[in-house]
């Protein structure tokens, strides 16, 4: 059985950090693009990070600076390190395994940034 289970959301103020984890069981996720998206209520989930193994990372122009993903494939583990957040930072976050021709979903992570 597939499954990407997020962790490490909740309520933080702005200008604060957070890591979120992705545990990936149940397929290969050293052979997938795995990555970060957000969405809030309304609005399209966007991405806002993904990393291929051995891969350069890929960030949302919204995130550059601020978020680094990072994967231990030995743990089928991927990480999204954030700083220096803000209130529009706000939204669902869901861990994503993109393969050739699959594409597995996490149930998502709220992170809510205010004060």
């Known amino acids: 059985q597939v499954t990407l289970v997020e962790s490490g959301g909740g309520l933080v103020q702005p200008g604060g950090s957070l890591t979120l984890s992705c545990a990936a069981s149940?397929?290969?996720?050293?052979?997938?693009?795995m990555g970060w998206y957000r969405q809030v209520p309304g609005k399209q989930r966007e991405l806002v990070a993904s990393l291929m193994t051995g891969g350069t990372p890929n960030y949302g122009d919204s995130v550059k600076g601020r978020f680094v993903i990072s994967r231990d494939n030995a743990k089928a583990m991927v990480y999204l390190h954030m700083s220096s957040l803000k209130s529009e930072d706000t939204a669902v976050y869901f861990c994503?395994?993109?393969?050739?021709?699959?594409?597995?979903w996490g149930q998502g992570t709220q992170v809510t940034v205010s004060s």
């Open positions: 994503n395994a993109c393969g050739e021709h699959t594409n597995y």
């Open positions: 149940g397929f290969p996720s050293h052979a997938y693009n």
